[in-house]
């Protein structure tokens, strides 16, 4: 994603030196035994409360660790400067970023209301990432002469896989973690920097809303992809997209180490690649928790009245039968990604030369699991189906189904419905 030295190849020993920011205790689920008063806990109650521990952590660090990113935000791209002079409330907003209406207090959220808090200001800003209530930025703010001074700015995994609600007000709301943040206008927020050449800034604004290139920093090419939720995995072996890893731990430490900058190591033989970043590692303790949270993050069900149901009825006759989608997207999981990845060339996404697919390390793709889809439009790695009938004329026309326009549309109908 952004330009970094990895000329370092050294590589420290994985799980020495690591530093632990947070801790929590293991909740004790405590029974009383039927004669009178011993407190006893069964190991099924020591595992469940074990698992939910492990998952409130996971959920600390998908919402508020940086993995020591600052480094690279601060340091080298300079974005403290950027918030802290031009970026108000508004400007936030404009660009995607999502507020958490529930961090807010009550006097902010009145302030809110009545106008007496400028949301033109970037001294705003400030004051909501001071009380962490902007999705995925972690600010450290010190008090200097009176004023609210930002220092130093990171970044976290909700900034691109957690939006909000909107229940407050656009793009303020109670969190929705998991659900892929299709305003998020990345390229243009990192064009900002005033560390960047303005030939980079030109391939950020290039990328527009809800997309991101996983891959630029690696290859070099120009071809951003629609930001993936991350919901609904639970289940799932081959679990990033592109099928290049087994579990979210290989995903999560690329993107915490190679995207957000986070201190560590990540390496990639099949795609040559080997970045180390600082000299200590403050990734790799916080996988297997950050892991087990995900892995908890439900696939939202269709909102009620979202799709016709008769007419989705006839769409999963559709879907099983004539349109072959059970084929690939298949079983309660709608995907065969835990027996088959597809190759690159079969992509009914991207047809041009490379395809995103192309681009990984396997030189395969997954079928995506299809529950909560209505979510997260547009659709395929490129985003080139805006909606979900655009994607069954797709498959329609790739696959030489011969579908009718009303098959079709049925077929989006059920799409809706998952």
């Known amino acids: 994603m952004l330009e970094r030295n990895t000329a370092n190849k050294a590589w420290p020993v994985m799980g020495k030196g690591l530093r632990t920011y947070w801790a929590l205790p293991l909740a004790a689920a405590v029974t009383l ?10 190991p099924a109650d020591t595992a469940a409360a074990d698992a939910a521990a492990m998952a409130e952590q996971g959920r600390q660090i998908f919402r508020y660790d940086t993995f020591g990113d600052e480094a ?68 450290t703010v010190e008090t200097v002469n009176g004023q609210d001074v930002l220092k130093r700015v990171g970044i976290t ?31 243009a927020i990192i064009a900002l920097s005033p560390a960047l050449s303005d030939a980079m800034k030109k391939v950020y604004r290039s990328w527009g809303p809800g997309k991101f290139d996983p891959r630029h920093n690696i290859d070099g090419l120009n071809k951003p992809v629609v930001i993936p939720p991350a919901y609904g995995l639970k289940g799932l072996h081959a679990i990033t997209v592109t099928g290049d890893g087994q579990d979210l731990a290989y995903w999560n430490r690329y993107v915490a180490v190679a995207e957000m900058g986070g201190q560590g190591t990540v390496t990639e033989p ?3 690649l080997s970045i180390s970043n600082g000299n200590q590692d403050l990734v790799s303790a916080k996988l297997p928790a950050l892991q087990v949270y995900q892995l908890t993050l439900a696939a939202p069900p269709a909102p009620a009245g979202s799709f016709d149901a008769n007419a989705a009825a006839r769409g999963k006759l559709v879907f099983e039968g004539q349109g072959q ?16 990845l597809h190759p690159a060339a079969d992509s009914m996404a991207e047809p041009e030369t490379p395809s995103y697919a192309a681009r990984s390390a396997s030189r395969q793709y997954r079928s995506s ?50």
């Open 325 to 340: 989608c059970a084929s690939c997207h298949s079983g309660s999981l709608f995907s065969d990604a835990n027996s088959t």
């Open 270 to 272: 099949r795609l040559q």
């Open 72 to 139: 690279h935000w601060t340091d080298t791209l300079r974005m403290h400067e950027v918030i802290s002079a031009a970026v108000d409330p508004a400007t936030a907003l404009s660009v995607g970023l999502k507020v958490d209406a529930q961090a807010l207090p009550a006097s902010v959220v009145e302030g809110i209301k009545n106008g007496s808090i400028d949301l033109s200001k970037p001294a705003t800003t400030i004051a909501l990432l001071k009380l962490d209530a902007v999705l995925g930025l972690k600010g």
């Open 33 to 42: 035994t039927a004669c009178g008063g011993a407190d006893e806990t069964s």
């Open 369 to 418: 699991p299809l529950k909560g889809v209505w979510q997260h439009a547009p659709y395929f790695h490129d985003g080139s189906a805006a909606s979900l009938l655009d994607v069954a004329r797709r498959y329609n026309a790739r696959r030489g189904l011969q579908l009718t326009e009303q098959q079709m549309a049925e077929l989006a109908e059920y799409l809706k419905s998952l």
């Open 157 to 187: 995994c909700a900034l691109c896989h957690s939006t909000v609600d909107n229940s407050f007000a656009p793009g303020i709301g109670k969190r929705l973690d998991g659900w892929a943040n299709r305003d998020l206008n990345a390229g």
